[in-house]
Each structure stands twice: as structure tokens, then as C-alpha cells.
């Protein structure tokens, strides 16, 4: 698929600091973020963005590169990357009730926001790692608990995390059995769409601005079936998430947009929300819950990483190519504390990139960017802008203005200040 339809031009006049317009003026003009979410998760950068990077030691409990090198690692992150997935699994958000990780997960929101980065909380609500102190409360008390925790999330973080992935894993809530929890007793009490409708009204009506995701990785007919059961209950859903851990080997270019035009008829925007491709042997395809393989040591390999990188750009050009799909969120950027420990990150663990680093890094900020580049304006102070929809800055004689590339903008004004 083509990605031209992520291009625009606009014609923009350029104003001088009195108003004027600049004719016969050379303007740099130069892209300084898309449009399109290319995200990654950032739960190795929280103990950076708090100071906590003193001694030895792992990031987090999901997730979890260790804490040395993280200056270097972030580095590589903002090199590629622009929008940030941070953690909210309960049970480690406040393994003691009453307690929540809020400040912490508030500095490192601020950390990635004042950078430039859009941050999203994930998740809201959850079966898996709900805290164990919830299990074995009565229904009607998990589920105010859980009303509350969503209220006081989405309040505390409003205006640094506005998008939220607001339910997990809907479709094998109710008849989840790896482990007890609170979540799934209430689940099948109450049935998945009043799950939804929990999670999303509480969300919707604290931050009414934010953007709110239906995510899971069962993405058989029972997804369909759920969301066309939450869309006719006239639940507000602002875009469907798509979990697509790769783990067992690369879907292929015709099976993932096979997948997500099923997802698109639902004309909701899509967001692949988790993904990974593995840089070392994969998974046995007898393997029904990724979980469930546990082995010593799942080492990246030169031909695997070779893999990796022809499947990193032939996903991206694909699923860019889409115009249904708004956000694709790698699961990962180190193979340090990797989840599964499998080689799945696009950095080894030595910190050292991998080909499919650098791969993907030239679809992102060399094909699809406009770098500086000197465009003169004419008579009128006019000139065109073309690249792929985002921010943009335009500097001359030392001033600069930023405009916004969007469908809708053929025509612009930039005042330099």
C-alpha cells in the first residue's frame, strides 16, 4: 500500500515579527514531528525521569531494562519514537491499597511529555496482575474499587495522559483461570459489555477531552462480536486496539491487512497497540498462551536479526499504507528485561542496535521526514510546504513559527517570533 495519502501541501504565507510578509526570503523549513503515532512503551525510562539511576538495579516489575545505560537507551528512544506507553497494571501501581505509584508515574508522564511525546496509561482496567488484595473482596465492593481507581487515574494524569488503552483484554475476561483475581469474578457477574461500559463511561465522563481504547489480542470473530455488542449498546469508543505479539513468527503482509480490514468496518480509527518481532528463534507454534513459554536463555542471532529487520519495514510500510490505522506501538525498544525474555526489542541488550533499529529509524526520520531544507518565498511571501502530516518549523533570520500539516490545511499563515 501506498502511504501517500499521510502527504500534504499547504501554501503558507510567512510573516515577518511586524506582520509583514517576507518576499523573496530563504525560510528553512523543517518536519519536527508526524502526525502518526510511532510509539514504544516507556516503562524502562521511569527511573530516569524520577533520578533514581544510582546503584544496580531493573526499571519496573513489566518491563524492566536495568537502570545502567538508560541515558544512552533514551537517546535511541527519541531518536525513533513519539509516543510513550507508560504502566498502570494495578497490582503494581498499588500493591498496597491506598497506596498508588502516582507521583512517580506523574514525573515520568511530565518527563516524556515535556519532550514532545504523547503518553498513553495502560491499562485502566484489567483481569491479569489486578492487585491480590482485591481478590477476595464482595462484587459490589471490587467494582466501586474499580470505579474509583479509573476515576482517580484518569483525573490525577488529565492534560499529560489524555489517550488510555480503558479496557484490556475484554473477550477472555470472564473466563480467565490462570490465576483468582477480583476482575474476572466481577466480569462474569456483571458480562463483558458492562465491563466495557464501566471502564469507559468512568473514564469518559472524569476526562470528557481524552482518547479512549478498546484493546485486545483475541482478534477472532469474538472481537467483532464484542465490539459490534458495545458499539449497539451506544458505547462511545474511540478507537479499537490491536495486540499483535509476533512471537511465533511474522503474520505476513496479506494475513495482518486481512486482519485489520475486518477491524476497519468499523470505520473507529485502529491502533496496534502491542507488537513485537522476534530477533532470535521463534516460539513453537504449539504454544497456545505466550506465557506458558518459559525457557533460560532466548538469545538474538545474526540471521535472526536479519529477519527481524525485513519483517520491522515490511510491517511499518504496510500497516502506514493503511489508512485505517492511526498508531503502531512497538512492544519494546531494549531485549533487556524483554517481556518473555525474548529478543523481541529492536536495541540489544548490550545497548547496541540492532539492523531493525536502523531500518525502521530511515522509514521514520529519513523517508517518511522532511529534514531542513531552504525553500525561498515569492513576491507575496508565500511558500509551499509538502511532507507527511505533522508539525512543522519555519525559521528565517533567526525567527521561527510552527504550523501543523493536516489533511485540511491547503492554505497557512506563519508568523515568525
Known sequence: MSVEHRRGTSAVTVLGADGVPLADTDVTVEQKRHAFAFGNIGFDFIPLANAETDGEGRSSAFGAASVEGLAELSELWFDVFNTATLPFYWRGFEPVEGSPDTDRLLTAARWFADRGVTVKGHPLTWHTLAPEWLTERPLDEI????????????????????????????????????????????????????????????????????????????????????????????????????QTHMHQGYWGEEEMLAMVDRFARYRLPLHLTETTLVSGHLMPPEIIDLNDYQIPSWPSTPEGEARQADEIERHYRSLVGHPAVQAIN???????????????????SDGTPKP??????????EEWWVPPTVVRTDAQGQLTVTGFFGDYELSAHGRTARIELTPDSDTGRAQLG
Not at 203 to 232: H, K, M, W
Not at 356 to 365: E, G, N, T, W
Open 143 to 242: 467494582e466501586k474499587l474499580q470505579r474509583e481507581r479509573i476515576r482517580r487515574e484518569v483525573s490525577n494524569f488529565a492534560g499529560v495522559i489524555d489517550t488510555w488503552d480503558a479496557i484490556n483484554e475484554t473477550v477472555i475476561m470472564p473466563v480467565f483461570t490462570a490465576e483468582r483475581n477480583g476482575i474476572s469474578r466481577l466480569a462474569r457477574s456483571i458480562g463483558r459489555i458492562p465491563m466495557v461500559r464501566l471502564a469507559f463511561e468512568e473514564a469518559r465522563q472524569t476526562n470528557p477531552a481524552a482518547t479512549l481504547i478498546l484493546n485486545d489480542f483475541d482478534l477472532s470473530s469474538a472481537y467483532e462480536c464484542l465490539i459490534e455488542g458495545v458499539l449497539e449498546a451506544g458505547i462511545h469508543v474511540d478507537a479499537i486496539g490491536l
Open 330 to 348: 512497538y512492544w519494546g525498544l531494549t531485549d533487556d528485561g524483554a517481556w518473555l525474555g525474548a529478543p523481541g526489542g529492536l536495541v540489544r
Open 356 to 365: 531493525s533499529y536502523d531500518v525502521l529509524k530511515a522509514l521514520v526520520k
